[in-house]
Antibody, heavy 120, light 107 residues
Framework: EVQLVESGGGLVQPGGSLRLSCAAS????????MNWVRQAPGKGLEWLSY????????YYADSVRGRFTISRDDAKNSLYLQMDSLRVEDTAVYYC??????????????WGQGTMVTVS | DIQMTQSPSSLSASVGDRVSITCRAS??????LNWYQQKPGKAPHLLIY???SLHSGVPSRFSGSRSGTDFTLTISGLQREDFATYYC?????????FGQGTKLEIK
């Protein structure tokens, strides 16, 4: 089955760190661009970070730049998000997503089930 | 940064209705606009990419269109399973901003 499974969420104190993992199965992660998206309780979706194939290009949202680090290990078919200096406002469900890019489109065509991070 | 303004924030409709949700980009994003559906407690999933292309398995009652920087998601003949929250997303540059969401509720 083609799927993404996040793990690593939990309760952490403000200023603390957490590392999220996203395991890909049913497809070869190295072929795809990947992203992290989060959703605070009762709120909308917020894109956080992008990583290209081979990890050569990385982008961050202003809200997490300098605190969060995206990485990938294609040999392990896994994506990661290292989150440092966590704030109460980082409390959210965190999703990893697979990118699908063509000449005329670029969308997130596969999402994990999400992992909850609570900063309190 | 590109801002996406989605409207309405909520919408009440009946089964069988035709409804439209609009998303306006703060600048030209060409056809790089996607729509996602999210049901309570579930992850979002892709409905439409590149303004008007249906993702695999998405029913043909969903359609997307563009007029300049205004984009529209239309659902023709609402089904019970369509009551959910919908988000637009621009993918023109590498910040992938989302609209605020539209909650579609049963009247």
């Amino acid at each position: 089955e083609v799927q993404l499974v996040e793990s690593g969420g939990g309760l952490v104190q403000p200023g603390g760190s957490l590392r999220l993992s996203c395991a890909a199965s049913g497809f070869t992660l190295s072929h795809f661009e990947m992203n992290w998206v989060r959703q605070a309780p009762g709120k909308g979706l917020e894109w956080l970070s992008y990583i290209s194939t081979r990890g050569t290009t990385i982008y961050y949202a202003d809200s997490v730049r300098g605190r969060f680090t995206i990485s990938r290990d294609d040999a392990k078919n896994s994506l990661y998000l290292q989150m440092d200096s966590l704030r109460v406002e980082d409390t959210a469900v965190y999703y990893c997503t697979r990118g699908a890019r063509t000449m005329t489109s670029n969308a997130f065509n596969l999402w994990g089930q999400g992992t909850m991070v609570t900063v309190s | 940064d590109i801002q996406m303004t989605q409207s309405p924030s909520s919408l009440s409709a009946s089964v069988g209705d035709r409804v439209s949700i609009t998303c306006r980009a703060s600048q030209n994003i060409n056809f790089f606009l996607n729509w996602y559906q999210q049901k309570p407690g579930k992850a979002p999933h892709l409905l439409i990419y590149g303004t008007s292309s249906l993702h695999s398995g998405v029913p043909s009652r969903f359609s997307g269109s563009r007029s300049g920087t205004d984009f529209t998601l239309t659902i023709s003949g609402l089904q019970r399973e369509d009551f959910a929250t919908y988000y637009c997303q621009q993918s023109y540059n590498n910040t992938y901003s989302f609209g605020q969401g539209t909650k579609l509720e049963i009247k």
